[in-house]
């Protein structure tokens, strides 16, 4: 098994889902956590939890939409723990909306919290993550590469999400900083269980969300690729656009 002894890892959107099974998957194998989240509340019931259980964390009360807060955290997290060898971008909001009633505001939101903050939180990390040859991995979705319909604004920021990703894994290969990305398809989680169709939807395009396997992937499933992706057994792997999605997008 993996160990993350000695490790440092940022984590985004830790007070649920996915981003709350990263962290803890991480400080089961030894690491250091910054478990950053919008959700105070939800934030500090999990961090409680962890600190009841022995687990090395330290929680964050971050928005990752807004850059300056961005740094102040990264900042935070240098000045906690001396160093930063994995980031993990996993926070992201969705909604099921048809085009016409897609809001600019909602455009903007959903680009924001999704796409741009994975720029703010790798673009702070990376001198960090230079000193120790550290690594990304960002979570985008299978919205980041099929179109999925209802999604107009979430695939665009998830699209973007694989996109930059790319880009910044060829651009640092020879730095040795790593850059994957995960997409998930349907993961049981508080986002997934809130999204419902738009009244009048297509239930034949529809269907293309739904995955062939069931049932859905555990938030924990999806923390064990990332984890995979973060540790020294994917020395060599990097660019990669890892689909964990139960067959939904293979047809
Ligand atoms: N659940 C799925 O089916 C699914 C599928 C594909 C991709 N994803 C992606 O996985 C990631 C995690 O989603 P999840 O399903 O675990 O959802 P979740 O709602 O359980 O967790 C998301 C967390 O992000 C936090 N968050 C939201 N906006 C934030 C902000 N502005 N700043 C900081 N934190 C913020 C929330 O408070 C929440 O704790 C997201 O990026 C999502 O797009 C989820």
């Known amino acids: 098994m993996s160990t993350f002894e000695n490790k440092v890892v940022f984590v985004t959107g830790a007070a649920s889902g996915i981003g709350h099974a990263t962290a803890a998957y991480f400080m089961a194998r030894g690491a250091q956590v910054f478990a950053t989240d919008l959700n105070t509340q939800g934030l500090t019931q999990a961090v409680s939890q962890w600190h009841e259980q022995g687990l090395p964390c330290v929680a964050?009360?971050?928005?990752?939409?807004?850059?300056?807060?961005?740094?102040?955290?990264?900042?935070?997290?240098?000045?906690?723990?001396?160093?930063?060898?994995?980031l993990c971008n996993v926070a992201g909001i969705g909604q099921l909306t048809?085009?016409?009633?897609?809001?600019?505001?909602?455009?903007?939101?959903?680009?924001?919290?999704?796409?741009?903050?994975?720029?703010?939180?790798?673009?702070?990390?990376?001198?960090?993550?230079?000193?120790?040859?550290?690594?990304?991995?960002?979570?985008?979705?299978?919205?980041?590469?099929?179109?999925?319909?209802?999604?107009?604004?979430?695939?665009?920021?998830?699209?973007?999400?694989?996109?930059?990703?790319k880009a910044l894994a060829v651009e640092y290969a020879d730095r040795h900083v790593r850059v994957n990305v995960v997409c998930p398809g349907a993961v049981a989680t508080p986002l997934a269980k809130q999204l419902q169709p738009p009244p009048n939807a297509n239930m034949s395009l529809y269907q293309r969300m739904y995955p062939l396997v069931q049932p859905v992937a555990t938030p924990n499933e999806i923390a064990h690729t990332i984890g995979y992706l973060a540790s020294d057994d994917a020395r060599f792997v990097t660019g990669t656009v890892q689909i964990i999605d139960g067959g939904q997008t293979a047809i």
Not at 71 to 86: I, W
Request: proline letters at 3%; charged letters at 15%.
């Open 60 to 86: 964050y009360t971050l928005d990752v939409s807004d850059p300056s807060a961005c740094e102040n955290a990264m900042s935070t997290c240098l000045e906690q723990f001396g160093r930063l060898d994995v």
């Open 98 to 165: 048809d085009f016409a009633s897609l809001s600019i505001e909602d455009w903007e939101r959903v680009l924001r919290v999704n796409a741009s903050s994975v720029f703010y939180l790798c673009k702070f990390a990376m001198p960090h993550l230079l000193a120790v040859q550290g690594n990304i991995v960002n979570v985008a979705s299978t919205a980041g590469v099929v179109g999925l319909p209802y999604n107009a604004g979430y695939c665009a920021s998830k699209g973007a999400v694989v996109q930059f990703s």
